[in-house]
Every structure is written in structure tokens, then in C-alpha cells.
């Protein structure tokens, strides 16, 4: 029996294993971009809630902020003025979070990670709602005052959503003075 020829295998073989694992990886790559996305500055230019903004004190250790600092340095309105009650998750891709109304306290949030659709309740609106789509290389704050509904929709295929809730009052949850489940379409 002959041995098998390795110059073949190194020549050959090896250079194309090579190139497919390299054309998988930048598939990868531009298929996980986001595309399309809208910014505040294309889609409303003076929303209350919701404003996209740049990394907030960047090093290279990453990024720091605190939300209801941001709001107030973006100029939003009805979020929380104290962070009583905070909460962090993340949303799986096509997973819903939220799609409540507090009635008793102010929402603020910080929003990042994944092409994230964000929808709060404005009976101004025609459909009686607003939406801001995140992309997954943008930073949103976004306010929620008491009274008004919101949701936070992950359309991102791949991506995780992560977010940062605070509220300035602490919620009961044997009685949450919280109305659920507002929009049937999400």
C-alpha cells in the first residue's frame, strides 16, 4: 500500500479549507451588520423620548453611563428622575419585552445591542403610538412617563437586546397599579 501524498493534501487541500473557513467568517460578518437603520435625526427630529447618542465616556474598557443623566443631558422629558427601582434583561431575538403602562411611576431606559424596535404610547399619533427602531450599533435612552405605554421589540435575527429600566418609584408587585398587555401586535 502507498502512503497518501501530503504535498497534495498541503498544496491543495489545506489552502481551500483555508479560504471557505475565511469566506464563512466574513458571511458571517456582513450578514450580522445591521442595515437600514433609522435614526432620530431621519425619522423624528424632536421626539421627547427618545434620543440616540454617542458613547457616553468610551475608553478601552468600553462605555459608563447613568440614565437618568443621560435623559437629562438629551433633553427628554417624563423619565425618572431617580433610579428607586431598576431592572437590567435582555431580549432574545423576535422576543417582546415590556408592553406595559405604569401608573404610578416614570420609566427611563437605555436601550443597546440589537436592532431593538421601541414603542411608546402618544394619543397624538395616528396609530396612537410611536416607534423608534434601534440598530445594533446605536445607544438609546429612552423616557417613559407615568401613564403612558411601552414596549421594547427585539427584530434583530441574531442579536441579543439589552436594556437598563429605572423607575423612580419602587413597584409592588401584588399590586403593580400596571396596565399589561396594550398592544396585541407585537
Not at 11 to 33: D, E, K, N, T
Request: hydrophobic share 40%; charged share 20%.
Amino acid at each position: 500500500m502507498s502512503k497518501p501524498n501530503l504535498a497534495f493534501a498541503n498544496c491543495i487541500i489545506l489552502p481551500i479549507l483555508a479560504s471557505l473557513l475565511l469566506l464563512g467568517l466574513l458571511v458571517l460578518r456582513f450578514h450580522a451588520a445591521p442595515t437600514g437603520t433609522i435614526r432620530l435625526s431621519q425619522q423624528q427630529q424632536n421626539s421627547e423620548h427618545v434620543a440616540f447618542i454617542p458613547l457616553p465616556f468610551p475608553d478601552k474598557r468600553g462605555w459608563l453611563m447613568d440614565p437618568v443623566v443621560a435623559a437629562a443631558k438629551a433633553g427628554l422629558s417624563g423619565g425618572a428622575i431617580s433610579c428607586q427601582g431598576v431592572h437590567v434583561g435582555e431580549i432574545k431575538p423576535w422576543g417582546v419585552r415590556a408592553n406595559h403602562r405604569h401608573r404610578s411611576c416614570n420609566e427611563t431606559f437605555i436601550i443597546w445591542g440589537a436592532k431593538t424596535r421601541f414603542r411608546f404610547e402618544d394619543s397624538g399619533r395616528e396609530k396612537g403610538y410611536e416607534e423608534v427602531l434601534v440598530g445594533a450599533e446605536d445607544i438609546v435612552v429612552a423616557t417613559s412617563p407615568r401613564g403612558r405605554a411601552h414596549a421594547l421589540a427585539n427584530v434583530d435575527p441574531i442579536h441579543s437586546t439589552y436594556f437598563l429600566g429605572c423607575q423612580d418609584a419602587v413597584l409592588n408587585f401584588s399590586n403593580p397599579n400596571t396596565d399589561f398587555h396594550i398592544w396585541k401586535d407585537l
